[in-house]
């Protein structure tokens, strides 16, 4: 019985592990396509007042 239950607390214990490796490659996943996301609308912003840059700041 107490080596089931050793066996057992080892396996919770990697996939807690597995679990925890995952959650931290996700926020890094979801940092890396914000910041692509923030590069391609800065991107857009710039073309867009290229092409139309009669709805720029007049001065």
């Given at each position: ?7 057992r607390?080892?396996d ?48």
């Open positions: 019985m107490k080596d089931q239950l050793q066996n607390l080892t919770l214990r990697n996939e807690y592990a597995a679990g925890t490796k995952a959650l931290e490659d996700l926020q890094r996943r979801q940092d890396e396509l914000r910041s692509t996301l923030l590069r391609i609308s800065g991107a857009i912003q710039v073309l867009e007042e290229m092409l139309h840059p009669e709805t720029g700041s007049e001065g």
